[in-house]
């Protein structure tokens, strides 16, 4: 169905794209950006909703690499639709869903349910990511040309590396062969252990088993040794030290088809906000020491880091409240992505336009979408943003089923307070909705 058009006038446009940051309008049609003009609007079409942005930031809306959720099969965890009301929330338009589901997404029938699920109960872009090994056992392949002809993005193991260097091998080998791009988490679960935190000081203060940076490092160098045997296209999904960052550097200076992600939790905490065993901040990779905190900072302005995630997990009350050994890895993270990615912009670390272009055109550019760019012809997938809100965070206003935010109670500046998808409003914050009655 045709829609009427939306003119968003007295905006501050951003396009992450090209780093261009003005005053502007857009103008949307059938879903679709129709025209972006970057000077005050001269004339309004006059069969055009217009929606005055009041001179906060426009821009494409966020795009999500990595986010948990429960279905199908732990549908009290999150489902597609609560998911998706997270992400419209939190101004992300587009979430890449892991395959550590029940059952696991290794077949194209479960790609095609997740995509004909998210079409009907979801309010923004759900994009099934594969399972590198059957089961994500780690042993058999999947079918990678069948996954991707079903609709899958991307191929992982999701919350688990693939260990076996032959497996991962001939994984690469057909990911290169079909174009695919897989992206693993770095973490040797050998070396992991029954390691719960950050290796260090810290750690010993606080009677807890760590888990040293070589868990990250060993891994990651031996898949780099086998992106230069095989030539294929890979995608560290997270990465949390310094150490990482000289590797990812490394391998991109060589010329390899290596790219890289950061959790928004690693960039903007640290072990020390573990405090007095604070669960929620029980992570993979766990939060690692300031120095390494920086290092990320520093690798995502120089762009050695090429993506930010929110690495969305939640857990329920059971799996959460325990001692901070016992509990589980993981919270969640994706309607609070922004707020907290913008803490790097208020406290002068990072620009708005580099910050968003690792939330919108990079992971566009890895998923191979005409998205995350200000430009006639995109989706018309935009968030509103006002950067200078101050709020601070209570969970029960969370859309996510569960609580789990490593922000509770924090204060954050920034929030999106606009959200459109294919030219739909999917979110209005309440004040917005007062100020357009």
């Known amino acids: 169905m045709s829609m009427r058009p939306i003119l968003l006038t007295n905006a501050t446009l951003c396009d992450p794209a090209t780093g261009r940051q003005a005053p502007g309008h857009v103008l949307v049609r059938d879903g679709l950006i129709h025209d972006v003009g970057w000077s005050p609007l001269a004339g309004v079409p006059d069969e055009a909703e217009t929606i005055d942005c009041g001179g906060h930031v426009l821009s494409p809306g966020l795009i999500d690499l990595r986010a948990f959720v429960g279905e199908p099969g732990a549908e009290h965890r999150e489902t597609l639709a609560s998911a998706s009301a997270a992400a419209a929330a939190g101004g992300v338009t587009t979430l890449v869903c892991m395959p550590d589901t029940n059952p696991v997404i290794d077949g194209p029938a479960i790609v095609d349910f997740v995509l004909r699920r998210a079409r009907d109960t979801a309010c923004v872009n ?6 590198i090994t059957k089961g994500l056992a780690g042993h058999e392949m999947t079918e ?16 688990k590396a693939v260990r076996n260097a032959q497996v991962m ?74 150490d990482s960052v000289e590797i990812v550097r490394r391998a991109k200076a060589d010329g390899l088809p290596v790219t890289c992600g950061a959790s928004v939790n690693n960039l903007v905490l640290n072990e020390g906000d573990i405090g ?9 990779p766990p939060l690692r020491h300031e120095t390494d905190r920086l290092a990320l900072v520093a690798a995502l302005n120089e762009g050695v880091i090429d993506v930010i995630v929110s690495d969305h ?3 329920d009350v059971e799996t959460k409240r325990l001692p901070f050994a016992e509990a589980a890895d993981g919270a969640l ?13 208020h406290t002068g670390d990072i620009s708005l336009p580099r910050l968003l272009a690792a939330l919108t055109a990079s992971p566009a550019d890895l998923l191979g979408r005409r998205a995350g760019r200000l430009a006639a012809g995109a989706a018309a997938d935009l968030v509103l943003i006002d950067p200078d809100l101050p709020y601070v965070l209570d969970k029960r206003a969370l859309k996510s089923r569960s609580k789990n935010s490593p922000f509770d109670e924090a204060r954050l500046q920034g929030a999106a307070i606009l959200t459109m998808v294919a030219g739909r409003i999917v979110f209005r914050a309440p004040a917005e909705s007062e100020a357009a009655a």
């Open 144 to 159: 990678f040309g069948l996954l991707q002809e079903a609709g899958a993005v991307a191929f992982t193991d999701g919350l």
């Open 126 to 131: 759900v994009l099934p990511a594969a399972a």
């Open 276 to 284: 007095h065993y604070r669960t929620f901040c029980r992570l993979s």
């Open 169 to 242: 091998r001939r994984a690469m080998t057909y990911a290169r062969d079909f174009g695919a791009l897989l992206m693993q988490h770095v973490e040797e679960p050998d070396l992991v252990g029954d390691g719960v935190m950050n290796e260090g000081e810290m750690a010993s203060r606080l009677g807890l088993l760590g888990i040293p940076r070589e868990a990250e490092t060993v891994m990651l160098e031996r898949d780099i040794r086998l992106v230069r045997l095989t030539g294929a296209r890979y995608h560290a999904a997270m990465i949390s030290c310094a």
């Open 313 to 315: 997990n939640p857990q």
């Open 333 to 345: 993270g994706i309607e609070t992505l922004l707020g907290a990615a913008l803490r790097l912009v």
